[in-house]
């Protein structure tokens, strides 16, 4: 099915509620938190999820999730 880039980002924020950058941060954000649920550090699940900067992943995940990575890995 062929659709204009504009159509595309249009659908997927109307079924999403979210903008395709947003949609995309999110998914990541998922798979970075799922890796620090099987054990990965916070620095390998942050490089392995595409965030090249620790501390910007570490912000957006505290943003997203309500707790710093590292608790989330280890909730004592």
Known sequence: MAM???????RLKSL???APQEFI?????QNAAELLKN??????ASIQ???AN???FSSLFKKTFGVQ???FQHPD
Do not use: E
């Open 39 to 44: 054990g990965y550090s916070v620095s390998d």
């Open 25 to 29: 941060r999110l998914i990541r954000l």
């Open 49 to 51: 999820s595409g965030f």
């Open 69 to 71: 990575p590292s608790k």
């Open 16 to 18: 999403t509620g979210k």
């Open 54 to 56: 620790s501390k910007y």
């Open 4 to 10: 204009s880039r504009t159509l595309f980002f249009s």
